[in-house]
């Protein structure tokens, strides 16, 4: 059934790629055909788990919560949380030390106006509509952040997401790789290994109209609705965002602190530093 699902989807997405339009160059082409990719791919997640679930007699993801933490608590985010929901796993091991001067000494920043920064968690919210309240995936407990030393944001933790934006005309995302070094020098960890960046899109920021975390600004309709208000939102501002979320490493179990940036060879610059700890679990 579930293969079945992703093979319609999969033609769509093909049509939908055939169907831009005639008159526009090959790269806007292109540009145009990935974005509708991308938000008809959103839309179709959400159906294939809702079709999914119900085929196993489950209720869907939407109408049940993430078993994280008793409670609902959401327990990932170790000494970094100002949230209400501290408690932490028993084998997280919290957030990266004080970043050792050799690392922040050599840091430069590029010059992105790179700000409106903050650390969240991936989690639930509800919103209702009449008597009707649903649940949403998006990013929850969140915490404004600095950045010191032009663009470095220290101290995270596994579970962690990095919210961050750039003003949009100077911010070129190809041209900048990920560089991580643990700060005994032991380890390095690249694009694959490293923190995974640009994992959310605007559906997980702006959350539904209505939303009981009482975040701004919302929108109502799909992912891919709430996706495009938001690209729409961040376009009216000049701005684009990036997200850096750290996972988890079972067989680390005391932690290792690591010094990364988002790194443009070509200039010897960084969009964003920062330092986070690896652990077991978040």
Same mark, same amino acid.
């Not at 404004?144 to 003003?167: K, P, R």
């Not at 702006?206 to 309709?221: D, V």
């Given at each position: 059934?579930?293969?079945?699902?992703?093979?319609?989807?999969?033609?769509?997405?093909?049509?939908?790629?055939?169907?831009?339009?005639?008159?526009?160059?090959?790269?806007?082409? @292109?540009?145009?055909?990935?974005?509708?990719?991308?938000?008809?791919?959103?839309?179709?997640?959400?159906?294939?788990?809702?079709?999914?679930?119900?085929?196993?007699?489950?209720?869907?993801?939407?109408?049940?919560?993430?078993?994280?933490?008793?409670?609902?608590?959401?327990?990932?985010?170790?000494?970094?949380?100002?949230?209400?929901?501290?408690?932490?796993?028993?084998?997280?091991?919290?957030?990266?030390?004080?970043?050792?001067?050799?690392?922040?000494?050599?840091? *430069?920043?590029?010059?992105?106006?790179?700000?409106?920064?903050?650390?969240?968690?991936?989690?639930?919210?509800?919103?209702? *509509?009449?008597?009707?309240?649903?649940?949403?995936?998006? @990013?929850?407990?969140?915490?404004?952040?600095?950045?010191?030393?032009?663009?470095?944001?220290?101290?995270?933790?596994?579970?962690?997401?990095?919210?961050?934006?750039?003003?949009?005309?100077?911010?070129?995302?190809?041209?900048?790789?990920? *560089?991580?070094?643990?700060?005994?020098?032991?380890?390095? @960890?690249?694009?694959?290994?490293?923190?995974?960046?640009?994992?959310?899109?605007?559906?997980?920021?702006?959350?539904?109209?209505?939303?009981?975390?009482?975040?701004?600004?919302?929108?109502?309709?799909?992912?891919?609705?709430?996706?495009?208000?938001?690209?729409?939102?961040?376009?009216?501002?000049?701005?684009?965002?990036?997200?850096?979320?750290?996972?988890?490493?079972?067989?680390?179990?005391?932690?290792?602190?690591?010094?990364?940036?988002?790194?443009?060879?070509?200039?010897?610059?960084?969009?964003?530093?920062?330092?986070?700890?690896?652990?077991?679990?978040?």
């Amino acid at each position: 059934m579930k293969t079945a699902i992703f093979t319609a989807i999969g033609l769509a997405l093909a049509a939908t790629t055939i169907a831009a339009p005639a008159e526009a160059g090959p790269f806007s082409k @292109l540009k145009k055909a990935a974005k509708k990719v991308e938000r008809t791919a959103e839309d179709a997640q959400d159906v294939v788990e809702t079709v999914d679930s119900v085929s196993k007699g489950q209720l869907p993801r939407s109408q049940r919560s993430r078993k994280r933490g008793s409670k609902g608590c959401f327990a990932n985010r170790g000494s970094t949380s100002a949230s209400a929901c501290t408690a932490a796993a028993p084998d997280h091991v919290g957030g990266a030390g004080p970043v050792p001067a050799r690392f922040s000494g050599q840091l *430069q920043c590029a010059n992105l106006n790179v700000g409106n920064a903050f650390v969240a968690r991936d989690g639930n919210y509800t919103f209702s *509509q009449g008597i009707s309240t649903e649940t949403r995936s998006g @990013l929850i407990d969140r915490r404004n952040v600095q950045a010191s030393n032009g663009c470095l944001y220290s101290g995270l933790g596994v579970g962690d997401v990095l919210y961050v934006e750039f003003d949009k005309s100077r911010y070129k995302k190809y041209d900048y790789e990920m *560089q991580c070094v643990s700060y005994d020098g032991s380890e390095q @960890l690249d694009n694959t290994n490293g923190p995974s960046v640009g994992n959310y899109k605007g559906k997980s920021v702006m959350l539904h109209t209505g939303n009981s975390l009482g975040y701004t600004p919302t929108a109502t309709g799909s992912n891919s609705d709430r996706s495009r208000a938001y690209d729409a939102h961040l376009d009216g501002r000049g701005r684009t965002m990036l997200t850096f979320n750290f996972g988890a490493l079972h067989t680390d179990k005391s932690g290792t602190d690591f010094f990364c940036q988002w790194f443009n060879k070509n200039t010897g610059k960084s969009a964003v530093a920062l330092t986070f700890r690896r652990g077991p679990r978040g």
